[in-house]
């Protein structure tokens, strides 16, 4: 299989042809994850997925599942703010076409990494107020959750949730949220049961592979995500028991095989990183992150939906 991202270059311009023969000219890279790389387009209102090269069967089955998707986003998520396909790129290539709203960023502008954490940033909570502040970040996650809850109350599952593909407004007076690479985009009850993931937000099921998608591995890495939003901290992956250990702890970590940072009864994984837990999250969120990494880490029937993430991060932000 060719892993690589297959670009035409044109005058020391990359381009790529959609399916009918528009030329796009790609600006600037706007993320990157294990099935791909996302562009914005020069001078337009679009943006472009090239997808990771595949096998003629894998090529076949992505081109199937972007056409359904597309007739999904025509009827049944109509107003969901989703950047929808509108068409998919030309033979050999492996991608496509969508719309993409100006003045948008990805919310992993709003995380720093654990390197910029301990080194390149002199004043973590000057950085968070940069970002709008805790109540902006409230807010955006809320509206993201409102936007998961959405798909899984029709029995759509988005499937890779990651701070890559959850586009936010780029000023601080606006909480505009969006969701991209709608091409994850299934049905809960679907023959084809999907593993794809995003490491470390894919829930421990996924990374054993005993599990498919499902809205309980959707709810998973959206309390990641709201977790390491507002309190800098991954709660699995940066404890100091992974941080200080050898590379497999990190694997121990995403299967649920360690405690995670806040674990009441193990101390073991503590973490050296980010905010006080009192100071970014309230009591019924703490009680949801819990019920999330403790319990839900390894019983997906007992971990809580992103329904209740909204109704929490809402009375929050009240």
Not at 3 to 31: F, Q
Not at 162 to 188: A, K
Not at 257 to 270: A, E, S, T, Y
Not at 286 to 313: D, I
Request: aromatic share 6%; with cysteine.
């Amino acid at each position: 299989m060719n892993n690589s991202v297959n670009i035409n270059t044109r005058n020391n311009r990359k381009c790529v042809t959609d399916e009918h023969g528009t030329v796009y000219e790609l600006d600037r890279k706007l993320g990157e994850g294990g099935q791909g790389r996302v562009y914005s387009v020069k001078n337009g209102r679009y943006a472009i997925k090239v997808l990771q090269q595949a096998n003629q069967s894998q090529r076949e089955g992505l081109r199937r599942q972007i056409r359904s998707v597309q007739r999904l986003t025509q009827l049944e998520l109509k107003g969901l703010n989703i950047a929808r396909p509108i068409a998919l790129l030309k033979e050999p290539r492996l991608g496509y076409v969508m719309e993409l709203l100006t003045g948008m960023e990805p919310l992993s502008n709003l995380i720093p990494t654990p390197l910029q954490s301990s080194r390149e940033i002199d004043n973590l909570g000057e950085w968070y107020l940069q970002g709008g502040g805790l109540g902006r970040r409230l807010k955006l996650l809320a509206k993201c959750a409102e936007i998961f809850s959405k798909l899984h109350a029709k029995g759509l599952v988005y499937g890779d949730p990651s701070p890559s593909n959850i586009f936010i407004s780029s000023i601080n007076n606006s909480e505009e949220v969006w969701l991209i690479d709608s091409d994850n985009l299934r049905s809960e009850d679907s023959a084809i049961a999907s593993r794809l993931r995003t490491r470390p937000y894919a829930a421990p099921e996924i990374e054993l592979e005993m599990s498919g998608t499902n809205t309980l591995t959707d709810a998973h890495a959206f309390a990641v995500i709201a977790f390491q939003t507002l309190s800098f901290v991954h709660p699995l992956t940066m404890g100091d028991l992974v941080e200080n250990g050898e590379p497999d702890m990190i694997n121990q970590a995403v299967q649920g095989k360690l405690p995670w940072v806040d674990h009441p009864n193990d101390d073991r994984n503590r973490s050296s990183f980010g905010f006080p837990r009192d100071m970014v999250l309230s009591p019924r969120l703490q009680r949801l992150c819990a019920k999330t990494f403790g319990e839900g880490l390894t019983n997906s029937q007992v971990r809580p939906s992103v329904n209740q993430w909204v109704e929490t991060l809402h009375s929050t932000t009240a």
